[in-house]
């Protein structure tokens, strides 16, 4: 058995008392945000479709759903999976290259739900999954999201069964077996972005490590490593492996990124690095350059966008919103109106952007002229992140503007005090 498998099979072993307290936080900061952007999608197109599906296959229900409802956990974690991912302005962790929350934390609640675990508990057993799921994210590599692989849903599959197997105490060899059917389970595709596949994929992930972990508990067998092995997860799916994990008890999971922005998490620190300048009259500027990691450049690089959703991946347009006072927080800000408005694309126009393979994904440099000349200069690497205090007001911040004064009813989310999973189930039912 290879040292990765190893490694997650550990993690799962981990006792919760072993755990520090700023992982455990920064896993409830994701939780919170996870039910405010569950909440926020609940009334979308998909969330609909999602729930309709949901009646119509039935089952005894033991988990909730958003938007009201119990499902089977399978079909629970599927669903919402799907609709916390809708409006696609949850965390990202960059070093997974994906979305940790809507693929894990689905799965690790209608576990938690059903088998009767606690806050607690359910917080744990996802921050363990999140360090597993990140893991075998850099061990596929680049090259696996360059394929065209959405590893929130592959790699964030093994995260989803490491949570639910654990909230299901899986044994050793139990957990190994659902890792090794998850590999067989585990798919989705960057094809699917911009449509209703996308946040679908997410869904795949939960339900997926639900259902390797209930049929290996119910000793469903698999392959001695089927994620390392030969003709394993990673063989097929990755051209250069990265097989060197980190130890258990190095915590990568913290590193998480929050949107505070409703468009591409590779915009961001282009914004939080021109939002430091303003105030600035936008007839005071003459050119603003831009370097951007060069992932980025045929991602969120769209010079003249067409419509509300393209100016989401324009680096020009969202500068120029940024100088124009427009709210980049609100999704009433991209609309296709935008995309055609002449005082936007005058600015735009007066904006440069290259490639700087020496910058991070998490970072963006650059300089504003001025039209007398003055230069100002600018940097921002969202890694820096927030100190804690004001994390939990940005994301508070964050949740009255996309759920109004309802919000405040997911306050105690945020809480160090330990509940029931039915409590937290309640407030995904009920608690908007």
């Not at 393209?310 to 709210?327: N, T």
Request: hydrophobic share 45%; proline share 4%.
């Amino acid at each position: 058995m290879s040292g990765v498998m190893t490694t997650l099979l550990d993690l799962a072993d981990l006792p919760e008392v072993d755990i520090p307290s700023g992982p455990l936080e920064a896993a409830r900061n994701s939780l919170f945000d996870w039910m405010v952007c569950g909440h926020a999608g609940s009334s979308e197109p998909v969330a609909q479709k999602m729930r309709a599906f949901m009646q119509a296959e039935g089952g005894a229900g033991v988990a909730s759903v958003f938007g009201g409802g119990l499902a089977p956990a399978r079909m629970a974690a599927l669903v919402n999976g799907t609709i916390s991912h809708a409006i696609d302005f949850d965390d990202t962790h960059f070093a997974h290259v994906g979305h940790l929350s809507v693929g894990i934390y689905p799965a690790a609640l209608a576990a938690g739900e059903a088998e009767g675990a606690t806050k607690s508990q359910i917080i744990a057993a996802f921050l363990l999954g999140a360090e597993a799921a990140i893991r075998v994210g850099l061990v596929l590599g680049n090259g696996h999201y360059n394929r065209g692989f959405h590893q929130t849903a592959t790699a964030g599959a093994f995260g989803a069964t490491l949570a639910a197997g654990r909230l299901m105490g899986l044994s050793r060899a139990q957990m190994r077996a659902a890792l090794g059917l998850c590999a067989t389970r585990a798919s989705g595709l960057k094809s699917q972005f911009g449509t209703m596949g996308k946040p679908l994929n997410a869904g795949i992930a939960a339900s997926n490590g639900v259902e390797a972990a209930q049929l290996a508990r119910l000793g469903m067998t698999s392959c001695e490593d089927g994620l390392m092995g030969a003709q394993g997860f990673v063989a097929t799916h990755s051209d250069a492996p990265q097989p060197d994990v980190a130890p258990v008890g190095e915590w990568i999971f913290p590193a998480i990124s929050y949107k505070f922005h409703a468009c591409c998490h590779g915009t961001h620190a282009m914004i939080e690095g021109l939002r430091a300048l303003l105030p600035l009259a936008p007839e005071t500027i003459e050119t603003i350059t831009l370097r951007t990691n060069p992932r980025w450049l045929s991602v969120c690089n769209i010079a003249k966008p067409a419509t509300g959703l393209e100016v989401k991946f324009s680096y020009a347009w969202l500068a120029a919103m940024v100088f124009m006072g427009r709210d980049t927080g609100a999704f009433g800000s991209y609309t296709d109106a935008a995309a055609g408005e002449a005082a936007l694309g005058d600015i735009a126009r007066r904006v440069a952007v290259s490639g700087d393979a020496e910058l991070s994904d998490m970072q963006a440099e650059g300089a504003v002229v001025l039209t007398d000349g003055t230069r100002l200069g600018f940097a921002y690497d969202l890694a820096k992140g927030s100190d804690a205090c004001a994390l939990s007001e940005r994301l508070i911040a964050k949740s009255r503007a996309l759920l109004g004064d309802a919000a405040s009813r997911l306050d105690p989310v945020l809480s160090a005090s330990d509940v029931p999973a039915a409590e937290l189930g309640q407030h995904i039912r009920t608690g908007i």
